[in-house]
């Protein structure tokens, strides 16, 4: 079980204190119309972040993350890869260098200079959820979460950051980061991350899944992983993993959108197949240590980007031709991802 001391307990009361928004009502969605034949759940807090009490039906948590079902539809047995121990999953957006908006329920306390208010879209495979910063009227970040059209393995969430605000912002940051718990063995796992070489918009990365998601907060790996690079089965530990990422700049009236993906299968070789079928270009895996051996049963956890300047990972090419597609694509992603009203 994780302990999280007075002084850190003191901070996240502090933090929790100005949030703009503090309630943590959510939804829980399904990768099945019909929950009780589904494999994957997700929930989601009104704020974007995961880790939602609303709907839980995870067995080993208070709280649905992301949870996958080890039973079946005769006899559901829903495990957490998010939750247990920790609430420690969320997103940042900062724009400018200084003015940062933030929701981690555990880590952060809660929604930070973030203003939201109820879902839209929710169904029970969909729900759509939008924020503000309090501080700058005008930059709104718009998480729309559904089953991936590619796999039904996979949660996707088309993420918007639009500028309202009536003038350019520079240096637009998005940071997304979670403790990976994996069942059976919640506080032993193993992390993968892989895609960071042909990122090209991807400005940091590790395994501190505890780390705050205000971009402009410190950071730094756990448990001897090395940052900004690609590294497997690190473990058996507690972490997870965090990305920051940098979009430039955004004239007003402009915005852009990338996807996040959430999921998990039964084996490591069905979840890499996900990721590839999904044109995932970034990704995390949290796998069991389960009788000390990574066999990535009874489930593979996934966690993952495209549109974020990448390359999918099924299409790498060879390292002698790295940095001059790294340079086409980031060109491309620019044009393709954003928009102007």
Known sequence: MKLINSSVAAAILAIGSI???????????????????????????????????????????????LAYNFGTPAASDWRDSTSPGCFCEGWGVSVNGTTSGYANVSTDGGPVNLTFGAPTGVSTT????????????GLKVTHAYAVSGAT???????????????????????????????????FAEYVTIKGTATTTLLERSHNNGFNTANPLGGDAPIN?????????????????????????TLEDGEEYTFEIF?????????????????????????????GGE???????????????????????????????????LAGLCYARRRQQA
């Open 19 to 65: 949030a703009a928004g503090a309630a943590h009502a959510g939804t829980v969605i399904f990768n099945n119309a019909v929950p009780a034949n589904a494999t994957v759940a997700l929930g989601v807090n009104d704020d974007g972040s995961l880790n939602t009490s609303t709907g839980n039906v995870a067995v080993n948590s208070s709280r649905t993350g």
């Open 126 to 137: 969909s729900v759509t959820t939008l924020a503000n910063l309090t501080s700058l009227a």
């Open 152 to 186: 039904s393995a996979l949660f996707q969430s088309t993420v918007t950051i639009r500028n309202d605000t009536g003038a350019t912002v520079n240096d637009v940051k998005y940071v997304r980061v979670m403790d990976w718990d994996v069942p059976p063995t919640e």
């Open 224 to 248: 001897g992983a090395t940052a900004d690079v690609d590294f497997t089965d690190v473990g058996a530990a507690d972490h997870g993993a965090y990305f920051r990422f940098n979009f430039g």
């Open 262 to 290: 959430y999921g998990a299968a039964g084996n490591e070789a069905d979840a890499l197949a996900a990721v590839a079928a999904a044109d995932i270009e970034l990704y995390s895996l949290g796998q069991s240590s389960r």
């Open 294 to 328: 990574i066999t990535g049963s009874p489930a593979t956890f996934i966690f993952g980007f495209s549109g974020v300047g990448g390359i999918p990972v099924g299409e790498v090419p060879e390292p002698g031709s790295l940095a001059l597609v790294g340079l086409a």
